[in-house]
């Protein structure tokens, strides 16, 4: 009996390495989107996070039983971070960094993930349309902070140099 233990917890940190391995990277962008740090510098509080849910993963491991880990990390980063939100306030640097900790989280569980609205409300404990409307103000948000198109700029100095007012439309 003591030989085979040994040999389920090698296979086990196998199993578990491979799959760290061909996550981890997905993982821990959509840790860097929760937290709101930039993608460009090391991101501490996304790298913490993204292990609290692997070590918590790998825990329960062998109790997995047909359940999709990556689902299982996600999850519990997702439940990581709503219980951690007010360390994450406050603009961050990150692409998501302007949005509040329930957008950000909203955000990433519905867009980059892919969840569905009903999936990220049962997950979140919210009414699928508290869900909806979340995306949208989040949505809204980066959409009316993102820095104008060069080409944009250019061609509307251009026309208020020669006396138009109407600003360039795209």
């Known amino acids: 009996m003591r030989e085979r233990r040994p040999a389920r917890q090698r296979r086990q940190a196998r199993e578990f390495e491979s799959f760290v391995a061909g996550t981890a990277g997905r993982l821990l962008h959509a840790a860097a989107l929760l937290t709101g740090e930039p993608a460009s510098r090391p991101a501490p509080a996304a790298e913490e996070l993204l292990t609290y849910a692997l070590a918590r ?7 997995l039983r047909g359940e999709d880990p990556y689902v299982r990390v996600r999850e519990e980063m997702a439940a990581r971070f709503a219980r951690t939100a007010r360390r994450h306030r406050g603009p961050r640097g990150g692409l998501t960094g302007r949005l509040s900790p329930q957008e950000r989280l909203v955000l990433v569980l519905r867009l980059h993930e892919g969840e569905a609205e009903e999936q990220t409300a049962a997950q979140l404990g919210l009414p ?42 795209p």
Do not use: F, N
Request: aromatic content about 4%.
């Open 57 to 63: 993963t790998y825990a329960a491991w062998d109790r």
């Open 128 to 169: 699928t349309d508290r869900v909806h409307a979340l995306c949208l103000r989040a949505l809204a948000e980066l959409r009316s902070r993102q820095p104008e198109p060069a080409s944009a700029r250019g061609a509307g100095a251009g026309r208020r140099e020669a006396g138009g007012s109407q600003p360039a439309v």
